[in-house]
């Protein structure tokens, strides 16, 4: 009986302890940035700001904040030569050396665009990068360290850049069965000086009917090279039942609907493995009637 | 005999009138035989707002077109200031992957959690490389792994490939995700870390063009250490790097 109650008074202390103790876990990285993109369109000489939000909601760390390049593909370059001048930290001022970002701080930082009258009128590929410095140990181990990145588009032009883009690819099958998919490979590539939204749909028209697909508004740098992808979870598919002969559209818009892009293809649809299987349906049927009815 | 092909031709036909329609998709676009309103910037208001620091337009009654015209300047949060109420959240846990201790000859495993959370604007990239491999204060460095390149299956910083030998040696890594590129997702498949040191590119190794999402994926260390491999104490840098799906 006594050593009952021992064993009840135990359970109890570690019920209590476990629900009350802090949970132990191993220290994160958690930054979220407000906006993700800022597009700018500016004339030589004028200047304009952008504020950014980062807030942190893991744990206390060194962080630092510097303008990185962009590649025509949207991603980090090593190219620190071209790294704007006319794009500053206007406030704080210290965030481009490494400062304590503690736990559930937030960070207003404000940037400063001012294109001199004499700069090249041109698309400026920047970001705004906020770099995490590891932690060092006394152990073998690997330090990670966090960037998060806020591309800054640039247009510094007087009345508009010239924008143009081609289809570069514009693949399917000629022939599907009528229960496939149809798989497409479609690539648009920029052809102009500027970068742009692509809006619009594929149009798919049958004998009966028709459909739209709309796409996904990416953005395509200068001289980018991009797919096109459905707004739908299968980027680059469209499913259903088709039969007979299909025209597919493709019908872009370069941003706002000036510029058109459009190209046709045409596919057919057969329901082939659907008739295979009927053919040797039938072939047992009548192999197996002549059994029957002759089974010598 | 007449009978099965009677049947088989009603199924045929009765199964093409159900599905002759591909199923219509949802467009954006308002239409009629008079008009049709296609997706553009349909703007509300036409002034400007401005203060210390910020500065915000507000598009009402105006193109783009028309204000930039007018003041020199546009800017926008992302696609039709779909960015500028977003925003991208990263997370990694742990800062450290402490791989104490070691043992020459059995392999570690040890796991990395990426947690990926944006808004209105859709997509974002992940990229992943090491500053260097994983090196001691003497210089002493623990090779990139090259999977079961002894088995004639190499892998390199852009392919995966199996390790599973005792006899390869190294530092790789797996991601498991559904964001993941599919050779990533392989079990027991590998590749060593792209290098800052060699000039290499970070990879991407989680990626998504969809917005409103939450993403996860587990990036899996595993460091086999040589026998002949010198005791000391080694080091390197992970860099996780997110970008807003441009």
């Given at each position: 009986m006594k050593y009952n109650k021992t064993v009840l008074l135990n359970l109890l202390i570690c019920i209590i302890l476990g629900k009350f103790a802090p949970a132990a876990r191993a220290q994160s990285l958690s930054l979220s940035l407000t906006p993700p993109l800022t597009e700018v369109m500016i004339k030589p000489g004028k200047a304009i700001s952008q504020t950014f939000t980062l807030i942190n909601n893991g744990d206390d760390t060194l962080i630092k904040a510097e303008f990185k390049t962009l590649n025509e593909n949207g991603n980090l370059s090593d190219q620190e030569e071209k790294i704007i001048p006319w794009l500053e930290i206007a406030s704080p001022s210290l965030v481009a050396e490494p400062f304590l970002f503690k736990k559930g701080e937030q960070l207003k930082l404000v940037v400063n665009i001012h294109p001199p009258a004499?700069?090249?009128?041109q698309d400026y590929y920047q970001s705004l990068a906020f770099i995490t410095l590891p932690v060092a140990g006394r152990h073998t181990q690997s330090n990670i360290s966090q960037i998060l990145v806020s591309p800054i588009l640039i247009s510094v032009t007087e009345s508009g850049l010239p924008k143009s883009a081609k289809i570069a690819k514009f693949n399917f099958p000629s022939i599907i069965d009528s229960f496939d998919s149809l798989n497409i490979d479609l690539v648009l590539k920029n052809t102009g000086r500027a970068f742009f939204h692509i809006n619009g749909q594929l149009l798919l028209k049958g004998l009966i009917g028709r459909a739209k697909y709309p796409i996904i508004p990416r953005i395509h740098l200068s001289g980018q090279e991009r797919e096109i992808l459905l707004?739908?979870?299968?980027?680059?598919r469209i499913s259903g039942f088709f039969l007979g002969k299909y025209s597919l559209i493709a019908d872009f818009a370069l941003d706002e609907g000036s510029i058109k892009i459009v190209e046709e293809k045409v596919f057919f649809a057969l329901p082939w493995k659907l008739l295979v299987i009927l053919t040797v349906i039938i072939i047992f049927s009548l192999a197996w009637n002549k059994y029957r009815t002759n089974p010598k | 005999m007449i009978k099965t092909l009677k049947y088989s031709l009603i199924l045929i036909f009765g199964f093409c009138l159900l599905n002759l329609r591909p199923s219509l998709a949802g467009a954006q676009d308002m239409s009629s035989e008079s008009y049709q309103l296609q997706g553009g910037n349909f703007n509300i208001t036409s002034e400007s707002g401005t203060s210390s620091p910020a500065r915000l337009i507000d598009q009402i009654g105006q193109t783009s077109a028309q204000i930039f015209s007018a003041k020199g300047i546009l800017l926008q949060s992302g696609f039709l200031n779909k960015a500028s109420g977003s925003s991208l959240n990263f997370t990694v846990n742990p800062v450290i992957v402490n791989f104490d201790p070691l043992t020459a000859g059995e392999a570690v495993y040890k796991d990395i959690f990426i947690v990926v959370e944006n808004g209105d604007f859709p997509g974002y990239s992940v990229l992943l490389s090491q500053n260097q491999p994983l090196t001691s204060q003497t210089g002493e460095q623990i090779p990139d792994t090259v999977c079961d390149a002894l088995k004639n299956k190499p892998c390199s910083v852009y392919k995966s490939n199996l390790w599973q030998e005792k006899l390869s040696y190294g530092l790789g890594y797996h991601v498991k995700s559904q964001?993941?590129?599919?050779e990533f997702n392989k079990e027991y498949f590998f590749r060593p870390f792209s290098s800052l040191s060699k000039k290499e590119l970070p990879v991407v190794f989680m990626q998504s063009v969809e917005k409103k999402i939450k993403n996860s994926a587990v990036v899996t260390l595993k460091l086999h250490l040589s026998p002949q491999q010198a005791i000391s104490i080694y080091q390197n840098e992970l860099i996780f790097t997110a970008i807003p799906g441009i």
């Open positions: 004499d700069t090249p009128q707004d739908s979870p299968q980027t680059k | 964001n993941t590129p599919r």
